[in-house]
């Protein structure tokens, strides 16, 4: 029998993945090396965390913890310190043994999330723009990704997105199977409030719908703003897998530590998925972010005010440099809309803008499945030094005077 010629050979990627290639994070990072330009594109920070942590981390290898495979659900220590900060952040009492896993960062916690809990054929709906990992673990599990869009609106300071709680409504079908809601919202700095949460959860216990929240960026809340679990809601705790992050709120993105909290049954369920990924990970790190889920409330008011700064430094040089600012409540990115510099097209923009400004920033528009949606608008990221951040201002009001 003759070879089958390679034109008649089967696609190497799985079909369920062809429309994911290259990110636009490798893309653009690629941009800000070959042109020296300041990336805020990417989010992480260009500091270390606490000493403290990094300390914990060097004295949990010394002493031979963590060197060799961790338990499967994580270590108890840090188990222990996760269920003490939901008990005492948000009054949700979590059993350390049965309803707390850890995860190699949230990234896998929600992967492992999605492959545990969605069946081929299954909607997921998931607010857009997303983050990216989102529609590849929908599109690994055979489910199918229905996106809610979150739109612009003219707040009193400024303008910002929001929810549409009908249009949510109205995307649930008798396939529905989960509901994916990251808040506070990565790219666009929503934060849910009371309201717009109780409305999801009832539509979650109506429908009997789980629910997936990707809550990484819990603690940077900005200017009054509250981050209140879903699962705190009435009906939530049983349908509801909570996943948080060491990487967001102790500046370690490296360290690669998430978790997931849930019921039994939902923890059980995730970590069935989870142990055939990474199996474990982030050993001696663990015992570090133990000790840092511990830290008095004063460290995280400190994280939330430097961060708040920054955000200000660098929404103020946009607006100043010509942008339509949208000014975030939470996490680490600014959205800035181009069109107000007589552009119009994201992807543009962000591929000219290293040569233009030497600033690199990511095209909102890859984080929509309507791209038509998120075309004019662009993320940065003020999670750097305040010099980094100061020098991307003075080059971006030097674009709006030279080049438009």
């Not at 990251?182 to 109506?206: D, K």
């Not at 789980?210 to 939530?236: I, N, Q, R």
């Not at 996943?243 to 369920?269: D, E, P, Q, R």
Request: with cysteine; charged share 25%; net charge negative.
């Amino acid at each position: 029998m003759a070879p089958m010629t390679s034109s008649a050979r089967r696609p190497l990627l799985n079909r369920r993945l062809t429309e994911f290639g290259t990110t636009i994070f490798a893309e653009m990072s690629a941009l800000a090396l070959s042109t020296g330009s300041l990336n805020l594109g990417q989010g992480f920070p260009d500091t270390d965390g606490p000493e403290e942590l990094r300390e914990a981390a060097v004295r949990a290898l010394r002493e031979g913890r963590g060197n060799q495979y961790p338990p499967g659900p994580g270590v108890p220590e840090l188990r222990a310190a996760i269920t003490a900060h939901q008990q005492r952040r948000y009054g949700l009492a979590y059993d350390p043994d049965t309803e707390v896993l850890v995860t190699a960062g949230a990234t896998e916690a929600i992967a492992a999330a999605l492959l545990a809990l969605v069946e081929p054929g299954d909607e997921v709906i998931a607010l857009e723009p997303y983050y990216d990992s989102y529609a590849a673990c929908v599109a690994m599990a055979g489910g199918r990704r229905v996106p809610v869009t979150l739109r612009p609106h003219e707040g009193p300071d400024g303008p910002v997105f929001r929810l549409d709680l009908d249009e949510l409504r109205d995307a649930v079908t008798g396939r529905t199977r989960l509901l994916l809601i990251n808040t506070p919202h990565n790219p666009t700095g929503t934060v849910l409030n009371r309201t717009e949460l109780a409305a999801i959860a009832e539509l979650a216990v109506e429908r009997d719908l789980l629910v997936v929240t990707d809550e990484v960026y819990e603690h940077l809340v900005f200017d009054g703003a509250e981050h209140v679990p879903l699962a705190s809601f009435p009906g939530m705790r049983e349908r509801t897998i909570g996943i948080g992050s060491a990487g967001k709120s102790f500046s370690y993105t490296g360290w690669k530590v998430g978790w997931v909290t849930g019921t039994a049954a939902l923890v059980t369920a995730v970590r069935s998925a989870k142990q055939f990924l990474t199996y474990v990970a982030s050993g001696p790190f663990q015992y570090a972010v133990a000790e840092g889920l511990a830290l008095p409330e004063s460290f995280f008011e400190g994280l939330r005010k430097d961060f708040t700064r920054k955000r200000d430094l660098l929404a103020d040089g946009l607006r100043d440099a010509g942008f339509s600012v949208f000014r975030p409540a939470g996490t680490y990115f600014v959205t800035a809309d181009v069109r107000p510099l007589g552009e119009s097209d994201g992807f543009a923009f962000c591929r000219a803008l290293p040569e233009r400004a030497g600033v690199v920033a990511i095209p909102n528009a890859v984080f929509y499945d309507h791209r038509e949606m998120g075309a004019p608008f662009v993320r940065f990221a003020f999670c750097k030094r305040v010099e980094v951040l100061e020098e991307a201002v003075r080059r971006l009001k030097g674009l709006s005077r030279t080049d438009i």
